[in-house]
């Protein structure tokens, strides 16, 4: 929740590795667990940016209607992805946003001057589609991907992009946890049972009280904290997760050229 909060992800990054290797969940289970709780990260963090004055209503109108038909595509993607499969997508998309990042951090920019955002439908169009399939695919929030877009199409300061992520999460985290919570009957785990909703709920059931409190402080942090020290958080939450999710791939690789060799 905290995590969410403060760089305007639906806490998916943490929720679902975590559920994954410490409860050895099947990681279509940990996505549908965690998309249901998206939205109780999601609306308390939004209504803090609200309350700073943070959120871009004039860019959240055009993005909400992409995302939802985004994250709807997504989902129907997603339970079609086979668990190992999955897992090397999560983790490769991981890393690719921990790149930019550090090579932002390394090389800092100057944040927008007030009064250069670009808003349109078509940028717009960009990042609620965008985040939406990615969200629906990866069973995250879509924050990973609406932020360092809005940043750069809509030319929006960290903390104007996070609130805009955690705004259009309040739609399509929903919207997502529906679709996923009706198909997930049809996804089978590495046994060949299929999953059950009850399971997922249950799993959401327990995380959402202290991801709603969690997300209400990390939303009030991101006013505080620098941009630098934000972004330095935003990369250990990823690095975490792409390193759980990659390591056995690779050294399955690693295993597979040392044989041949």
Same mark, same amino acid.
């Given at each position: 929740?905290?995590?969410?909060?403060?760089?305007?992800? =639906?806490?998916?990054?943490?929720? &679902?590795?975590?559920?994954?290797?410490? @409860?050895?969940?099947? &990681?279509?289970?940990?996505?549908?667990?965690?998309?249901?709780?998206?939205?109780?990260?999601?609306?308390?963090?939004?209504?803090?940016?609200?309350?700073?004055?943070?959120?871009?209503?004039?860019?959240?109108?055009?993005?909400?209607? @992409?995302?939802?038909?985004?994250?709807?595509? =997504?989902?129907?993607?997603?339970?079609?992805?086979?668990?190992?499969?999955?897992?090397? @997508?999560? =983790?490769?998309?991981?890393?690719?946003?921990?790149?930019?990042? &550090?090579?932002?951090?390394?090389?800092?920019?100057?944040?927008?001057?007030?009064?250069?955002?670009?808003?349109?439908?078509?940028?717009?169009?960009?990042?609620?589609?965008?985040?939406?399939?990615?969200? =629906?695919?990866?069973?995250?929030?879509?924050?990973? +991907?609406?932020?360092?877009?809005?940043?750069?199409?809509?030319?929006?300061?960290?903390?104007?992009? &996070?609130?805009?992520?955690?705004?259009?999460?309040? @739609?399509?985290?929903?919207?997502?946890?529906?679709? *996923?919570?009706?198909?997930?009957?049809? +996804?089978?785990?590495?046994?060949?049972?299929?999953?059950?909703?009850?399971?997922?709920?249950?799993?959401?059931?327990?995380?959402?009280?202290?991801?709603?409190?969690?997300?209400?402080?990390?939303?009030?942090?991101?006013?505080?904290?620098?941009?630098?020290?934000?972004?330095?958080?935003?990369?250990?939450?990823?690095?975490?997760?792409?390193?759980?999710?990659?390591? *056995?791939?690779?050294?399955?690789?690693?295993?597979?050229?040392?044989?041949?060799?």
């Amino acid at each position: 929740g905290i995590v969410g909060g403060l760089i305007g992800i =639906g806490g998916g990054v943490i929720t &679902i590795p975590a559920l994954t290797f410490l @409860f050895g969940r099947d &990681i279509h289970l940990a996505q549908a667990a965690s998309m249901n709780v998206v939205a109780f990260v999601a609306i308390p963090a939004s209504i803090r940016h609200w309350k700073q004055g943070e959120l871009e209503i004039g860019l959240l109108r055009y993005v909400v209607p @992409f995302g939802v038909v985004g994250i709807i595509l =997504g989902v129907l993607a997603n339970n079609m992805t086979s668990p190992e499969l999955m897992g090397i @997508f999560f =983790g490769a998309f991981l890393l690719y946003v921990i790149l930019m990042n &550090i090579l932002r951090l390394c090389t800092p920019r100057l944040e927008p001057e007030s009064g250069s955002t670009v808003i349109s439908l078509s940028r717009g169009g960009m990042i609620g589609s965008a985040a939406g399939f990615g969200g =629906g695919l990866l069973g995250v929030g879509g924050g990973l +991907i609406t932020v360092p877009l809005s940043q750069k199409l809509c030319r929006l300061t960290l903390p104007h992009a &996070i609130a805009v992520s955690s705004g259009l999460m309040c @739609f399509t985290s929903v919207i997502g946890a529906i679709a *996923k919570d009706v198909t997930i009957t049809s +996804i089978h785990d590495s046994s060949g049972k299929s999953l059950q909703l009850l399971d997922a709920l249950q799993i959401a059931l327990w995380l959402f009280p202290m991801a709603m409190l969690g997300a209400w402080m990390g939303a009030r942090l991101t006013h505080l904290l620098p941009v630098k020290w934000i972004r330095i958080v935003f990369i250990s939450a990823l690095f975490i997760a792409a390193w759980k999710y990659l390591s *056995k791939p690779i050294q399955d690789l690693f295993t597979m050229v040392t044989q041949l060799v």
